[in-house]
């Protein structure tokens, strides 16, 4: 027997590849590399025992890359002839592409073919996990191994043990005892159980299912038993996607009755699959629901069916529209897709047989209110911009009839619009044209409504079509077609003076075509008295100055920055005499207190000359912290003040713009740069200044707490149907009580009525491998009719294996 220091030169490799699949979630070991007949072994002059293996195109799979080096480095390498033993002896280190193996020792066996590495062996793969062993016994055709005290921990800080682990077949990997977790050890006491394991006699990982199973599983907390279960198995974590059943949910809703959901998930292919899922419910009975979804080079697409035949209507109120109906269904479809790095084409849609399906029964992404159904094309270029859309209004609104006064109901879908098509196209010319830059915009609007919109309805003595005449009622909607093209270009320059003043100045010219079809002209419901097509057009010239003052002292910089701007055009034209749809919301404040056009959108323009005047102010700290001021009025100074004429949805009036000189606007806003921000805005009344509009909101931002905390004060509006001032507050914030617990809470209350608008409280607990929460909610609409919701839920979920939650929703009789 040759047993001497040696450099070795394996030769003549046979092609053959050693792998022990350790964990059974994708944990392999390329352990070793045999020999064809022989080891030459070669003494080397000192005794540094450092072996370099030279391998070429051993292997065509995809563990290890051809023509890949083997390093070995060992105290001692002993080839026993007699015995037919490779032997690697004292602090054995293999490399071999991108896995290592550490042990004690490592021997071959030629006529077995066996290898064997013992001793505190650790081997490190290439997705990152670490396997710990005491001893590696494995068949050269990695067929069939035995692994001795193992312990396996993932990139992910999964960690899995065993007293021992058995491989058969090349198909499945056994571990004896076996215990899972996906906790970290204790820090101060490593053999303190985590807070969370699965302990089972048997842990089978079996890869051609792709699956764990477990025989005599129990769940432990805190090495305490909690669950039994005589066998269980789930997908192997290490992949995405598998076949198999979902995680039950469980339900209860008083009119729905009690009940469980069960899903099961069909991996069809890597880019598709397909999710049948079904509810039960005690009183309405059996909700079947279908979801396919495709992933393709250029974006993914998803289609979803949901259907249920009422056992009982009539456990819902007889005011609503759930009590009405039996079969109820709904088909759900989105997508988005890539075209190329310019464009994107998408959709998002709801259909349902009623208005309310989707959110009584809590389909997931449609339980909200108002839902938008979509069809999109969008383009981004630079600054160019072009958007192509189709939509469609739903209310999911439970109450038959609201306002029975109204003909229909007001929110009823029928009276919501639909666009067909609406485009939006803005260019802005990358050269400059005579000192400034030309723009271009393009926005066509489609609208149809089945029936009229109208808010405040029982005014309907008032006669909008008398000059000077206010009434509260508005017209958001009117029966019938209306459609409206308008195009606007701009040339706009800029200029520093010598002295630092920044000079702009605009030109700019706007043209609108507008055609409409609607019905009962000249009526209650409708207060046009014509549908003849208008034609305006809105030229403008627009100049400012500005002339920012900078100082600093080496600890803080101040920039002064006083404005002025004057916009000079034409009256509006053609006020009230077609519909008023996407310039219905009108908010004056900072931040359009120097905007060319302050309406909301292109059905009403801003005609007549007016003056902006203001200044902005901010300062910089060394620290980080800033402080930006911006202040200002507005002054109509001739023609006729378009806020302060009458639309059909009265935009403008009482918005503090309706006079020749507007109310003062105001805003500050304080940044710490460390989490904390405090923001306020004002409008006082431009002739005794007293409080129209204030709102003030504070955000705080730690890592052991926050807060949102917000108050708005509206004086009244008699126009808009609110003869009474509005004061409204609203908090959310958290707290960490220590390093994982949490508790969170919400509320919005309405000071002038002395009510509750919202307000909610729950609790939570995190740490690495497992999480929990509950909480407890109360929401009571203003304006929708709908009866004030109370709901108490948890949510419980274990890292790698799951979580679960569950939402009861209380009744009235309950409430």
């Known amino acids: ?165 058995e491989r058969r077949d090349g198909l499945t990997t056994e571990f004896n005892n076996g215990v899972y977790t996906a906790c970290e050890p204790c820090k101060d006491n490593p053999h303190k159980p985590p807070f969370w394991q699965i302990r089972a006699q048997k842990v089978i990982i079996n890869n051609r299912s792709r699956t764990v199973e477990y025989e005599d599983a129990s769940f432990e907390f805190f090495g305490k038993p909690v669950l039994r279960l005589a066998r269980f198995s789930h997908a192997d974590p290490a992949i995405k996607r598998k076949s198999g059943f979902l995680v039950p949910t469980v339900h209860s809703v008083e009119e729905l009755g009690t009940g469980g959901r069960q899903a099961y998930f069909f991996n069809l292919a890597p880019n598709y699959d397909l999710t049948l899922a079904g509810s039960y419910y005690s009183r309405q009975g059996f909700l079947g629901e279908a979801e396919w979804r495709h992933r393709t080079e250029r974006g993914q697409y998803s289609i979803r069916y949901a259907a249920i035949n009422q056992n009982d209507p009539g456990a819902f109120s007889a005011s609503e529209i759930d009590s009405t109906v039996s079969n109820r269904h709904a088909l759900m479809t989105k997508g988005k897709f890539k075209l190329n790095p310019r464009w994107t084409f998408g959709w998002d849609a709801l259909f349902q047989s009623d208005e309310n399906f989707a959110r009584t029964y809590s389909l997931e992404d449609y339980t909200a209110r108002d839902i938008t159904n979509e069809a999109y094309l969008t383009g981004l270029n630079g600054k160019n911009y072009f958007d192509l859309r189709a939509q469609t209004f739903l209310v999911q609104d439970r109450t038959i009839d609201n306002f029975p006064t109204i003909p229909g109901n007001q929110h009823d879908t029928e009276q919501q619009a639909t666009l067909l098509p609406l485009l939006d196209y803005n260019i802005v010319s990358g050269e400059e044209y005579t000192g400034g830059q030309l723009s271009l915009d393009v926005n066509v609007a489609n609208v149809s409504r089945n029936e009229f919109q109208i808010s405040n309805f029982e005014d309907a003595d008032a006669d909008l079509t008398t000059p000077g005449r206010i009434a509260s009622e508005r017209f958001h909607g009117i029966e019938g077609h209306y459609s409206r093209a308008s195009l606007e270009t701009e040339w706009k320059a800029s200029h520093i003076t010598t002295g630092g003043m920044v000079l702009t100045s605009s030109l700019s010219v706007r043209g609108d075509a507008l055609t409409f079809d609607t019905d009962n002209l000249s009526s209650e419901l409708n207060p046009l008295t014509s549908n003849d097509s208008i034609f305006r057009a809105m030229p403008a010239a627009m100049f400012e100055i500005r002339y920012p003052l900078i100082s600093t002292d080496g600890m803080t910089s101040h920039i002064f920055e006083p404005i002025a701007q004057v916009v000079v055009r034409p009256d509006e034209t053609h006020i009230g005499q077609f519909p008023n749809e996407d310039a219905q919301s009108l908010l004056f404040d900072t931040a359009n207190l120097f905007e060319r056009d302050k309406f909301s959108g292109f059905d009403r323009v801003e005609g007549g000359t007016r003056a902006n005047i203001g200044f902005r102010y901010s300062t910089s700290f060394e620290y980080g912290a800033s402080i930006d001021i911006v202040a200002g009025q507005s002054f109509q100074l001739h023609g006729q003040n378009s806020f302060a004429q009458v639309d059909l949805v009265n935009a403008g009036l009482e918005s503090g713009l309706e006079t020749d000189r507007s109310d003062y606007v105001g805003s500050i806003q304080y940044n710490s740069g460390t989490g904390y921000v405090l923001g306020a805005g004002v409008r006082l009344d431009e002739k005794d200044l007293d409080l129209n509009r204030f709102e003030i909101s504070n955000q705080i931002i730690k890592p052991d707490h926050s807060l949102n905390l917000s108050y708005v004060y509206t004086a009244a509006q008699p126009n808009y149907r609110f003869p009474a001032d509005r004061h409204e507050v609203r908090a959310s914030g958290s707290l960490r009580l220590d390093e994982n617990w949490r508790a969170f809470g919400q509320i919005a209350y309405d000071i002038e009525t002395a009510s509750l608008i919202s307000n909610g409280i729950g609790l939570a607990y995190d740490n690495e491998c497992f999480s929990f929460s509950v909480n407890y909610n109360e929401t009571r609409p203003q304006f929708t009719g709908d009866s004030t919701s109370q709901s108490v839920g948890f949510r419980l979920g274990l890292r790698t294996i799951g979580g679960y939650g569950y939402t009861h929703k209380f009744t009235e009789d309950e409430q």
């Open 1 to 165: 027997m040759n047993c001497r220091p040696a450099r070795a030169n394996l030769m003549s490799l046979r092609r053959k590849r050693w792998q022990l699949l350790a964990t059974g979630m994708v944990a392999s070991f390329l352990a070793f590399v045999p020999a064809n007949s022989f080891w030459n072994v070669f003494a080397l002059n000192n005794s540094a025992f450092a072996q370099e293996v030279t391998v070429t195109d051993i292997f065509n799979d995809d563990g290890v890359e051809q023509n890949a080096q083997l390093l070995l480095e060992s105290d001692q390498l002993v080839y026993d002839n007699d015995r037919e033993l490779v032997i690697a002896l004292g602090n054995v280190q293999i490399a071999y592409g991108d896995y290592t193996l550490v042990a004690q020792k490592v021997e071959y066996n030629r006529k077995s073919g066996r290898v064997i590495a013992i001793g505190n062996v650790e081997i490190l793969e290439p997705n990152g996990n670490r396997v710990f062993a005491d001893e590696i016994d494995i068949t050269d055709d990695f067929r069939d191994g035995f692994v001795s005290a193992l312990k396996v921990q993932t990139p992910d800080n999964t960690r899995i043990a065993a007293e021992s682990a």
